[in-house]
């Protein structure tokens, strides 16, 4: 398999539930991206991390917990969440932190009820 | 407020003809600029870029133009071909902290009549 995959591809879930979105990058890159896609808004960009180092925390809230335990993988742990954070989330990487292009993954389909 | 404005939602052309994507930009440290290209149910897929020193960059039928006195960028498909009906987003890039991040734009839904 090649490119940026995320899993899962829809989720759905409630207030109190605590779920884990996954992402793993088969491009040999070194920095991996999350990014939060609300109806009719722009891409958001959330969490950047180099070399498994968080680089970038863009006021995300704490209910948004991110992990990068090696340069191939991210998830995003989410915990108590709200209706507004219902969204696509996109999973990106790039050779670097300091590299313009980046590959994005298809995205998770939240839904919070 | 938005930094990357692609001002129209959609854009309708027909085959052969010529598609011209706009976007205008407000910051001045944005100094590379990225055009992806989305398929429903999947992810951005990078298409072209400019880097701010160059006026145009050309790739086959993809050419993209920039205008920094303007902050003014265009997507021109020449031919266009239905299979280039997508969304289609502007993205500008400037150096964070510690890393490069693109501002995105909405997108434009581009939609080829054959």
């Known amino acids: 398999e090649t490119g940026v995959t995320q899993t899962p591809r829809h989720l759905v879930m409630g207030m109190t539930n605590k779920k884990s979105l996954k992402c793993e990058q088969h491009l040999g890159h070194n920095a991996m991206y999350w990014y939060k896609q609300s109806a009719k808004k722009p891409l958001e960009l959330m969490f950047v991390y180099n070399f498994k180092e968080q680089t970038e925390n863009n006021s995300v809230p704490s209910r948004f917990s991110p992990e990068c335990p090696n340069s191939s993988h991210l998830f995003l742990h989410l915990h108590t969440l709200q209706p507004e954070d219902s969204a696509l989330y996109l999973c990106?990487?790039?050779?670097?932190?300091?590299?313009?292009?980046?590959?994005f993954g298809a995205g998770t389909r939240l839904s919070v009820l | 407020d938005q930094q990357v404005k692609q001002n129209s939602p959609s854009l309708s052309v027909q085959e052969g003809r010529i598609s011209i994507l706009n976007c205008d930009y407000t910051n001045s440290m944005f100094d590379y600029f990225l055009w992806y290209k989305k398929y429903p149910a999947e992810g951005p897929t990078f298409l072209i870029s400019i880097s701010s020193i160059k006026d145009k960059n050309e790739d086959g039928r993809f050419t993209v133009f920039l205008n920094k006195s303007a902050k003014h960028l265009s997507l021109h498909i020449v031919p266009s071909q239905p299979g280039d009906s997508a969304v289609y987003f502007c993205a500008a890039s400037a150096l964070g902290a510690g890393s490069y991040q693109l501002t995105f734009g909405k997108g434009t839904k581009l939609s080829v009549i054959p």
């Open positions: 990106a990487s790039s050779r670097g932190a300091q590299e313009n292009i980046q590959y």
